[in-house]
């Protein structure tokens, strides 16, 4: 709840109405503006529903004029709004013939930008309560911030810096963080469903249980990334670079994994049936009890790979690299093995 003082003061200027608002408390600046302006709607649709007629004046009780709080700088509704409005000439000292920009009482408030900025940057330590969706978040510094649990559904964090930062539970779904570097970060049991992750460093991450459902991880990096019980389900993950991953009881029905690099990764008891996996690089891979049915496995490397008790069912691995990969407890009804290198005698 706003427990801040708020003042408004209206005048005309430059043929336009004008406000300033000064605010005495702690509370974002934006938000009691937007919140004295609901309680005020609020308080007008009350008076029509009563049955007063339209145009009727309002009784805003005892009203008396004060004199604004000591130190506070005004700021114009559209300057507070993001609208870019300055204030007008009149509003500064008239005894003040300085033209220079740092003596006027009058400064210009922060972009929304910059707003949204320090708003996730202190989430966890104002109490966490913020919502951050759809903020503009992109190239921005945020490595080591705290934002566990925040609402950060539909953001804009391209390019950005979010190394060491803490992310688990967090709702990233159907936000951008394309280019963005998460190397470390802690995104366990975090929802990054429908998210694009184009070409993210993602190394060294946590995302233990985390749901990246029809989420584009297209050339992204992920080497040596925790990604335990992670649903990839439908997700686009072509080209990517997972070497010494993680993906042990991940979930991966109908991923795409084309020319991705899955070098001596963990798939212990993964599921990747229907997973498009052509030409995907899987040399010494930990594929035991993987169930890989109807899988596409074409021209992939699988050469010293573990296939001890992987399910390969109607999977097809024409063209590909078995070389000394393990497959005698797996189960292999109806594979297609057509023109698959089996042996050195084989190439």
Known sequence: ???????????????????????????????????????????????????????????????????????????????????????????????????????????????????????????????????????????????????????LSGSNLEGTNLNGANLSRANLSDAILSVATLIGANLKGADLSRAMLIEAGLGQANLEAANLENSNLTESTLCQTNLYQTNLTKAIVNQANLKEANLSNARLVETNLGEANLTEVNLTDADLSYAFLYEAILHRANLTGTNLTQANLSRADLSHADLSNANLAYADVSLANLIDAKLDTAILYDTDFEGAILSHGDE
């Open 1 to 151: 709840m706003i427990s801040s003082k708020i003042t408004i003061e209206l005048y005309p200027a430059e043929g336009r109405q004008w406000a300033t608002v000064a605010l005495d408390g702690q509370d974002d600046p934006h938000l009691t503006l937007a919140e004295a302006v609901k309680a005020l709607a609020m308080e007008i649709a009350r008076l029509y529903a009563q049955g007063a007629s339209e145009g009727a004046p309002l009784d805003l009780g005892a009203l008396k004029p004060g004199e604004r709080s000591s130190g506070l700088a005004p700021v114009s509704v559209g300057n507070l709004l993001g609208i870019s409005d300055t204030l007008p000439k009149e509003t500064a000292d008239d005894d003040d013939d300085d033209d220079d920009d740092d003596d006027d009482p009058v400064h210009e408030s922060e972009t929304i930008r910059q707003r949204e900025y320090k708003l996730a940057r202190g989430w966890k330590a104002a109490g966490g309560k913020e919502l951050l969706q759809g903020f503009d978040l992109s190239e921005q510094d945020l490595s080591g911030v705290d934002l566990s649990g925040a609402n």
